[in-house]
């Protein structure tokens, strides 16, 4: 069992940075990946970034790719979502998971747990 919280979302304007971060508990966390996915209303879940169990892999959608970084502090059981230059259509809720394998995965199926969400909102 793997429980995750999420933080750090909030209401930042078009070209802003936000830091999300989620904290794990359970499972040794350097042995599973780690992803990030986003929700708005009326769309269905998609997937943002994702990192693997050490660390050394890392994957991003298209859309945030050269704006957003995946990390990870397997010491403090931690991953973070940095996120600059931010444009309305990143609104969203924000959930972290727990992949079911040490690499990481672009598919929601391939993740065992999720956080409850953090609010983004970029303004225009």
């Known amino acids: 069992q793997v429980q995750l919280v999420e933080s750090g979302g909030g209401l930042v304007q078009a070209g802003g940075s936000l830091r999300l971060s989620c904290a794990a508990s359970?499972?040794?966390?350097?042995?599973?990946?780690m992803g990030w996915f986003r929700q708005a209303p009326g769309k269905e879940r998609e997937f943002v970034a994702a990192?693997?169990?050490?660390?050394?892999?890392?994957y991003y959608a298209d859309l945030v790719k050269g704006r957003f970084t995946i990390s990870r502090d397997n010491a403090k059981s931690t991953v973070y979502l940095q996120m600059n230059s931010l444009k309305p259509e990143d609104t969203a809720v924000y959930y972290c998971?727990?992949?079911?394998?040490?690499?990481?995965?672009?598919?929601?199926?391939?993740?065992?747990?999720w956080g409850q969400g953090t609010q983004v909102t970029v303004s225009s």
């Open positions: 359970g499972r040794t966390f350097s042995s599973y990946a």
């Open positions: 998971a727990a992949g079911k394998y040490y690499v990481g995965s672009y598919y929601p199926h391939e993740y065992a747990y």
């Open positions: 990192i693997s169990g050490n660390g050394g892999s890392t």
